[in-house]
């Protein structure tokens, strides 16, 4: 039996349906119920179980785990780390957890999840393991790229993938071969809001991961969300490296991007 414990966004419900198709036995937990409830159930149709379980209640997840005797976890979807400084009431499960971390990054707590269940004898399944098929091969999806967009590239992936070494970030936005914005708590759709902020226009928008980054969870994702804010002419370029980061949606992800005049770069 696995669980796929479900963050936001539409990688959840993709991971379901491949589920389906490999014939899996699964059940999944949706930590935020008002953002895909709703489509997990149209995909799984009522062959699947589908819980609402509050991400905070950490104890309460646990158990709903071991009595459905399972052995895999799937990890999926986005978890903003900005609900740790809201105003909830952790149960003392999650308390101990919290409290026994040096560090709150994301990756600390993390691997504090992983290695809880790995006690209960639950291994967690790599994410490219289910979804695989989202990862794009080195190249241009759509426009083109000169020599002021490739050096902002170069830049910029070479300080997302620093940034994302100390477990602060991954995305940064470059101009001009200007470092404008760097990713932190706030997430990559503010961060990219305050590049083009301080860029005005035509900004390069980078986005990396860990050299050692635990496919296990976060890994970097990009789609048609991530250009749902975007105005024409705001930002010239998203470049992202190509073994580790997810394309959702790729089909309407290109057409958006093309539709704001925007070049998709995978990097090797």
């Given at each position: ?29 949706s ?44 990890f ?12 909830i ?8 957890l ?5 560090s ?8 504090r ?22 990862i ?10 000169d ?11 070479h ?87 997810f ?5 309407e992800?290109v057409?958006?991007?093309q ?10």
């Open positions: 039996m696995i669980a796929v414990v479900a963050g936001t966004g539409t990688l959840p419900i993709k991971a379901s349906q491949r589920l389906l198709e490999l014939n899996e036995k699964f059940f999944v937990l930590l935020f119920p008002e953002d895909n409830f709703k489509q997990l159930n149209d995909v799984v149709a009522g062959k699947i179980e589908i819980i609402a379980q509050e991400f905070y209640k950490a104890g309460e997840i646990l158990d709903l785990i071991k009595q459905r005797g399972t052995k895999k976890v799937l999926i979807g986005k978890v903003d780390k900005q609900h740790l400084l809201q105003h009431k952790f149960d003392w499960f999650a308390v101990k919290m409290a026994s971390l040096v709150k990054s994301d990756s600390s707590v993390m691997e999840i992983l290695s809880e269940l790995q006690s209960h004898g639950i291994d967690v399944m790599r994410q490219d393991e289910i979804l695989g098929s989202l794009v091969a080195p190249g241009i999806l759509c426009g083109s790229v020599e002021p967009i490739k050096s902002d590239i170069q830049i910029g992936m300080v997302a993938t620093q940034l994302s070494c100390c477990d602060i970030g991954q995305t940064v936005v470059v101009k001009d071969k200007m470092v404008l914005a760097v990713e932190a708590i706030e997430g990559t759709d503010l961060c990219i809001k305050r590049g083009i902020d301080l860029g005005k226009s035509d900004v390069v928008v980078c986005k990396s991961a860990r050299e050692t980054q635990n496919r296990k969870f976060d890994l970097p994702t990009l789609g048609p969300a991530s250009l749902a804010n975007l105005e024409k002419g705001q930002v010239k370029a998203i470049a992202w490296l190509s073994k580790s980061t394309i959702a949606q790729r089909e992800f057409k958006r991007a539709d704001l005049g925007i070049t998709l770069v995978s990097v090797e």
